[in-house]
Each structure stands twice: as C-alpha cells, then as structure tokens.
C-alpha cells in the first residue's frame, strides 16, 4: 500500500512537471521517467503484459524518438516556447478540467453496482480459443478486431511517414552515427541476445504474459539498435523484402480473418480445430512486422532534413 | 526471508527515486538528465527484482530482464544527436 | 539468524547504501563527469549487492542463474551507455551552448 | 482504499493534467508528450477498472485493449512527431500558425 502510494506521487509530480517544466530535455526526460514509474504502476495492477510492453515502449522506443526530434529542434526555441502563458481560454480549460475532475473521482470512489465484468465468461471460453494465457485470448481469439486493426493502424502510420517524406537519395538509411569501437561492440552483444530474448517472449505469450505485441517491441528494440550503430543493411539490401515483412502483420491478420468465410463460417471466426496453430502464425507474422516497423518508423521521422537535400539537388 | 525486509528496501529505493528528481529539475545540461533517467532506470531494475519476491510473482524477472536491456536507449538516442562543427574537429583529432 | 540470512541483510544494506551514495553523489557533485563517477557505483556495486542478496535467498540454481544474467545485462548497458554520456560530453565541453 | 480506486483516481488527475497541457502548451513536442500522458491517464482508469478488487476475477478485456492502446499510441505519437518536425522546418518554430500569429 506504502509503494502504491508512492508510486501516485510518483506519477502525479511527473505530469505536472510535464505540465510546468521549461526546458524541452526536461519534459522529455521526465516523461520517460513517467514510462518508467507506470510499469510499476502496471505491476501493482497486476497487468504483466502491460508491464512488459510499457517497459519496452515508454522506457525504450518512445526515448528513441522523442529525444531524436529533440535534437533537431534548435537551443534558442527550446528555451523561448516554454512558459505558462495564460489566456482566457487556457484559465476557462483549466478551470473546467477542474470543475469536470470533481464528479469524475466522485464517480469513482463512489463505487456503487459493480459489475462482474467479462474475466468470467474468458475464463468460462478459454479452452476454445486455443491458448491458455487469458490476455492472448483476448488479443488473439476473442477481440481479434482490435487486433487486426491495430496491424492496420501501424502500416498506415508507416505509409503516411513515407508519404511526407518522399523519395530521398539515400534510400531507408539512417543519417549514420559515429562508428565507433565500443558502440559496435555493444551492438554485437545486445542485438542478438535481445532477438532471442523477443522469441522466448512470443513462446511465452501462449500460457504466460507475454506475446505477439511485447516480443514484437523487443524485436523492434534490437532492429534499431542495430540501424544506430551503422548496421543498416536489412534494411537496405533488399528494400523490398523489407517492406513486405512489414506488411506481414496486416497479411497474417486478414489472412485468418478471412480465410473462415471460404469456410462458410464467419468473419474472423477462428476454426475451432486450428485455433492454436492458427494464432501460432499469426502472432508470429504479427511480432516480426511490428519489430520490423519500429526501425522504419524511426528512419521515416528524418523527414526534414532529407527533404532538404533533395530539394537542393532539383533546383 | 521475511518479505518486509524487502519491501522496505523498496520503499528506501523508491524514495531514493523521488530525490533524484531533484537532479532532473536543476539539469543543467541534457547529459545530467540523461544520467538521471539512467540512475532511475537501474533503481526501478532492483525495484521490480524485489517487488518479484515480496509478491511471488516469477514473470517480475522477465520484466526486470526488458528493463535492464532497454536502459541504454536514453544514452543511445542521445548521443546520436548531430554533433556540433567543435565536436567534429575534436573528434578528428582523436 | 541464520549465517546466509546474516550475510542477505548485510549485502541489502550495502547495496541500499550504494544507491544512497549514487543519489547523493548525483546531487551534489559539481559537474557532469563527476556525477557519472557517482552514478556507476550505483549502477554496477547497488544493484550487484541486491543482485547478491537475491542470489543467496533463490530457491534454485536456475533462479540464481537468471539473477545473474538480468545484473550482467544491466552491467553491460549501463556501462555502455556511460560511456557516450562521457564521451558526448567531453566533446561538447568547448561548446559555448552546452545547454542542448 | 483499494489499489485499483488509488490508480483510477490518479488516472483521471493525469488525464486532466495532460488535458490541460495540450491545451495550453504553445510547443507542438510538449503538445505530443502531453496527449501521452493524457492517453497513460485513460489507460490507468481502464486497468482500474478492470482490476480484480471492482471485478471477480482479473478481467483480460481492458488488459487487451490496453495493450492495443500502448502500441497505436506509440504509432500515432510517432507520426504526430513527424508532422511536428515538417512544421519546424518549414517555419522554423515549434508552433501552430495560430499560435505564431501571437508572438
């Protein structure tokens, strides 16, 4: 009870320093810090997968990128566009966050029916769908829209990155790091451990928290600390390959959703039979295309500056 | 082993934490935060390797093992910023 | 008490007193390379002596084994990433903006 | 208090902290973080009340759906981030043309 409370204070400091907080590097640092004291929060709850993947995104990916947009913006703004200026319609926003605050925690202390919620009918279904590990269901089985979806969204946000940034001279590359002895050696180390590591998560994920999403994000870990440190060739190689396993997730998703309505069964209706099996692909072709996004999502955020080059060389 | 025992490491690690907040708001530069954030990430590695005791819950390793990997990525993104034209002549004289 | 409880409280103790000292050091050295020097004893001997005192209560060798793994994988990112915070700011000590 | 109404509640203060940051922050990045932090606000109520203390059991659902969240949210943030920085190369300045038109 002692570290849930801590852990509030934790979280609530952190927001308002997010809030308050002038310098960018500040705000940045903290909210990863945020990411950080969340898992503890998840683990509390606990939400194990929403540990694992708030572990890997908020205290990883999500420095990765905010810290990389960082050091393109320039000091003199940094410093200038912090401030707390407030107009009359920031005070009313204020003033009505708070006026809404009120009955929304009331509403929720309050208590009141509680409902049992949907953990018994998983419980009751779980057998059907062909893994053991509630949360997977759930993910893979039951709520295999959301899922699907969430696939879709990725691509889309890829295509759109690709899109605003256009064709560039140097292709999918990283503008590259300093090489550097110690960084290659860590690369070498890290890398393949990690995408072992992300394996022995997605064999987890069928009986125990893990699974296609946290392995995928491991995977993805791995990917980009290997285009950081110069290794850049899966990606540069065969450009093409490397696209196409990125649109594996979508593939695999659509694939066995679709697939039962030859059957003449239903939309995303999994084959009772096949059920594990089927999730089994799936989940890999799903982890292997969210691993290979993150690399790509992090070589498409150099928009600006390439852009810049090549509009040099056309005029 | 009692688990108070634990779980008073945790409370001191957690409040260790709070403090170091300090050195996140004074900065001044952005290597200090990043340093920080590094001094978090360790203490939040021990937090949840004993937090995994006192609850006996065995995936708490698994969690411990993805943050104690990922702990890099803070320096890592950091030192990719673009170096400046000083810190290029520096480093070509190395 | 028992001789490896003795020594479990003795390494929790030390290993607490190592995060104490990385915070305080991190809080009270005057400069960026200082509070790195401070930093790592936290990161490599706090976590260590937890890591031990975990090791000494762990019901089996497997157990143990992880234990070790999960300290070696912090060891090997923390002094990585040490490393280039030292390194970036050693050459970016002549910049007149170091503010970013 | 229960665990699970101590994060719900702090859930809904996070929300409006984040709410109140992305309206009120001029800068395009802090805007980004703070619908972040708005969005971690969502999440923790969710998992709140999904939790086994309000339910009978553990409900997987809002587990599930987290889950989903956590990743589109890092997507989404990512792609923001990008139109953010098309913006500061264009202009030159963190800010919505709005919001440039009163400095």
Redesign the interface.
């Known amino acids: 009870m002692i570290l849930d409370w801590l852990v509030v204070v934790l979280l609530v400091i952190l927001s308002l320093t997010i809030l308050l907080a002038r310098d960018l590097f500040w705000v940045v640092a903290s909210f990863i810090t945020f990411g950080l004291v969340l898992t503890l929060a998840w683990s509390s709850l606990q939400a194990p997968d929403l540990a694992l993947a708030e572990a890997a995104i908020g205290g990883g990916l999500m420095t990765l990128f905010l810290i990389d947009s960082l050091g393109f913006s320039d000091p003199e703004q940094t410093s200038s566009a912090g401030g707390f200026p407030i107009t009359k319609l920031q005070g009313l926003t204020a003033l009505g966050s708070m006026i809404v605050a009120v009955p929304l925690l009331r509403a929720f202390w309050a208590g009141g029916a509680v409902s049992p919620g949907l953990g018994p009918l998983v419980e009751q279904k779980i057998e059907l769908s062909g893994v053991e590990h509630p949360v997977s269901a759930v993910l893979l089985n039951f709520r295999f829209f959301d899922t699907w979806f969430e696939m879709t969204v990725i691509l889309l946000a890829i295509v759109a990155l690709q899109t605003l940034r256009g064709r560039t001279p140097r292709g999918d590359s990283l503008p590259s790091g300093q090489s550097d002895q110690v960084l290659t050696w860590f690369a070498r180390l890290l890398s393949p451990v990690l995408i072992l590591f992300s394996v022995y998560l997605l064999w987890r994920g069928k009986h125990a928290p893990g699974g296609a999403f946290q392995s995928g994000v491991v995977l993805g870990a791995a990917l980009s600390v290997l285009a950081l440190t110069g290794y850049q060739d899966f990606l540069l190689r065969s450009p093409v390959v490397s696209r196409l396993v990125v649109t594996l997730g979508v593939v695999g998703f659509s694939g066995a959703g679709l697939f039962p309505l030859v059957l003449g069964g239903e939309l995303a209706e999994l084959p009772s039979g096949w059920a594990g099996d089927t999730i089994l692909i799936v989940e890999t072709m799903a982890a292997l295309s969210t691993g290979m996004s993150i690399p790509y999502l992090l070589v498409a955020l150099q928009v600006p500056k390439d852009k810049v080059q090549c509009e040099e060389r056309t005029s | 082993?009692p688990s108070f025992?634990?779980?008073a490491?945790?409370?001191?690690?957690?409040?260790?934490?709070?403090?170091?907040?300090?050195?996140?708001?004074w900065?001044?530069?952005?290597?200090?935060?990043?340093?920080?954030?590094?001094?978090?990430?360790?203490?939040?590695?021990?937090?949840?390797?004993?937090?995994g005791?006192v609850w006996q819950?065995p995936?708490?390793?698994?969690?411990?093992?993805?943050?104690?990997?990922?702990?890099?990525?803070?320096?890592?993104?950091?030192?990719?910023?673009?170096?400046?034209r000083?810190?290029e002549r520096?480093?070509d004289s190395l | 008490m028992t001789v490896s409880e003795f020594f479990t409280i003795a390494s929790l103790i030390l290993g607490c007193f190592f995060f104490l000292a990385g915070t305080v050091g991190l809080l009270r050295l005057p400069d960026t390379l200082c509070r790195l020097h401070a930093l790592t004893k936290a990161d490599n001997l706090g976590l260590g002596f937890i890591v031990f005192a975990l090791i000494l209560q762990s019901q089996s060798v497997l157990e143990s084994l992880r234990l070790l793994v999960i300290w070696l994988a912090a060891l090997l990112t923390s002094s990585t990433a040490s490393y280039l915070i030292g390194r970036h700011t050693l050459l970016s000590r002549d910049r007149k903006d170091s503010h970013l | 208090m229960s665990s699970s109404a101590l994060f719900g509640g702090t859930g809904i203060i996070i929300f409006l902290v984040g709410l109140l940051g992305t309206f009120s922050l001029p800068h395009l990045l802090k805007k980004i973080v703070c619908i972040n932090v708005m969005g971690s606000g969502v999440f923790l109520v969710l998992a709140a009340v999904g939790n086994k203390d309000v339910g009978a059991t553990n409900d997987p659902v809002p587990q599930a759906m987290i889950l989903t969240g956590i990743v589109v949210a890092m997507a989404s943030s990512v792609f923001a981030l990008a139109l953010a920085r098309q913006i500061a190369h264009r202009s030159g300045f963190w800010l919505l043309p709005e919001d440039r038109e009163k400095l």
């Open positions: 082993m025992v634990f779980g490491v945790v409370v001191f690690l957690l409040a260790n934490l709070a403090v170091g907040l300090l050195r996140l708001a900065g001044p530069n952005a290597a200090d935060r990043v340093l920080s954030v590094q001094l978090f990430g360790t203490t939040l590695v021990a937090v949840v390797l004993l937090l005791r819950e995936w708490f390793d698994v969690l411990a093992l993805v943050l104690a990997f990922l702990a890099a990525f803070p320096a890592l993104s950091y030192n990719r910023r673009v170096p400046t000083s810190e520096h480093r």
